[in-house]
């Protein structure tokens, strides 16, 4: 059997599957068997951006997976393979899956590599989550449209988004719990394509977007106004309320704020609550997390952990003691600052990129996902050119640094705002149902030419 040495790359979505174009390209060009192996659970790229639209609007639910086999050319293909699997653990050299996978000369589930990139970003928000609880209990309704597929599969996506718009075109009113890019995107999309809908977006705070500027907020609160949508701000959910499951006359749900406003709705959509999805990277060092449960990185994106003590048999500090005794802990070691490690990576061969990763405040999208992820490819392809022929003079990792925050929110179907550095703009994106999901599949290498028909596939 043939000897890889591979570079993992855990969760194949915006980030991880741009890190994975990058190094297959990359190490095509270099002598021995080296491999990339991208692994993700789903088995396709779900362009998770496109999840809000399509749980109201139907007919484009396809268009939202796109397949992994466009990323490569055929000539590179040979060093990238990509595997639908679930990481379940992770060793400073081993990653352990959900499976063995012979098929692919994976004959156990242990997979060893010299590399890592750990992208596996974050768990969504209930209403476009589709590996957790269905979005109500009417999605049940139809027998063997959801919970009889595969979860991950793309006929299991589709169903899923399929049964969510079911859900919300019998509701007769609705409650949108969260003022982030996700409640607006729904609650103005249900309002655009429902006029008679009461809708209503509950948010803790007293601007929407509170990263972004006023007129950012103030632009999206006209058209909300101009959809007709109930807005209350400054007000948080009691979740209690939530769990009483009170009914009004008229049977919808009831639930209040913690300054005692009660509100009725048919559905309830919770966009809130995303979580890192860094547990394995908990069990391997708990100390890589920050108080968020995001990864630590070095400015070069490899994994950074405050811990070094145990590196050491015995603290050689007398001289610090003579000096100054604050300046050690109760067991003698030397008290460190984090900014002291930035290039002292504890795990210098394994890197964090995306949602999952404490990116030095790095606004959480696909598109600095992207940057950091070919940022990390190429850092990993200096480390093996410096393995491999060292030199007196090795070239440096390039080190990262986010950009300003800019964001496009959709405010219904035809209409959007867009904030890029400082400047504010409100656009008219005309007929807009699909989200311009042909834009993402060639993005991701599937050709000028993509049909509605090829989407399907």
């Known amino acids: 059997m043939q000897q890889y040495r591979n570079i993992v790359v855990l969760g194949a979505a915006y980030g991880g599957q741009s890190a994975a174009k990058v190094l297959a390209e990359g190490v095509s060009k270099l002598p ?15 362009h998770v951006y496109a999840f809000p639209r399509f749980a109201v609007v139907g007919g484009h639910e396809h268009q939202a997976f796109i397949r992994y086999d466009g990323m ?10 990509n595997l639908t699997a679930q990481a379940q653990s992770l060793s400073p050299h081993v990653v352990t899956l959900d499976r063995a996978l012979p098929e692919h000369g994976i004959p156990t589930p242990k997979l060893d590599f010299e590399y890592a990139i750990y992208g596996l970003g974050s768990t969504l928000p209930a209403p476009v989550n589709l590996w957790g609880p269905q979005l109500d209990a009417k999605m049940r309704a139809d027998p063997g449209t959801v919970e009889t597929l595969q979860v991950g599969s793309k006929a299991s996506g589709i169903a899923w988004l399929k049964a969510a718009q079911k859900v919300i075109r019998e ?14 995107q729904f609650a103005t999309d249900i309002a655009d394509v429902y006029p008679e809908k009461r809708v209503t977006l509950l948010h803790s705070r007293a601007q929407l977007l509170p990263r972004f500027s006023q007129e950012m907020h103030n632009e999206i609160l006209r058209q909300m106004n101009r959809l007709n949508v109930n807005v209350v701000l400054g007000e948080r959910l009691d979740v ?15 639930v209040r704020t913690t300054a005692g406003r009660e509100l009725a709705a048919d559905l309830v959509l919770m966009c809130t609550g995303q979580k890192p999805n860094t547990e394995i990277l908990r069990a391997l060092e708990p100390t890589l997390l920050n108080e968020e449960g995001r990864v630590r990185v070095t400015r070069t994106l490899q994994l950074d952990s405050p811990v070094f003590a145990h590196m050491f048999a015995k603290p050689n500090t007398g001289v610090l003691c003579y000096l100054d005794p604050t300046l050690l802990v109760s067991d003698g070691r030397a008290r460190v600052k984090r900014t002291l490690q930035l290039d002292s990576p504890y795990y210098p061969h394994i890197f964090a990129v995306g949602d999952s990763a404490d990116a030095f405040g790095a606004l ?10 070919c940022l990390a490819a190429r850092n990993i392809l200096r480390l093996i050119a410096q393995k491999e022929d060292p030199g007196p003079a090795p070239e440096p990792l390039e080190e990262y640094t986010p950009s300003p925050p800019g964001i496009k929110v959709s405010l219904g179907l035809r209409r ?21 999901c042909a834009g993402m599949w060639r993005l991701f290498g599937h050709g000028r030419d993509v049909s509605d028909e090829y989407m399907r596939a």
């Open 364 to 373: 959480a999208s696909g598109r600095n996902a992207d940057f950091q992820g």
């Open 72 to 81: 490569v050319p055929p000539d590179k293909s040979s060093r990238l393979l």
């Open 32 to 46: 021995g068997n080296w491999r990339v192996v991208a692994i993700d659970r789903n088995s396709h790229l779900n």
């Open 416 to 436: 959007a705002v867009i904030q890029s550095q400082d400047k504010v703009t409100a656009v008219d994106v005309g007929d807009n149902d699909d989200r311009r």
């Open 171 to 184: 509701a007769r009113s609705v409650l949108v719990v969260g003022g982030g890019a996700l409640g607006i």
């Open 240 to 254: 209690q309320s939530v769990a009483e499951k009170k009914s009004s006359l008229s049977g919808e749900r009831v």
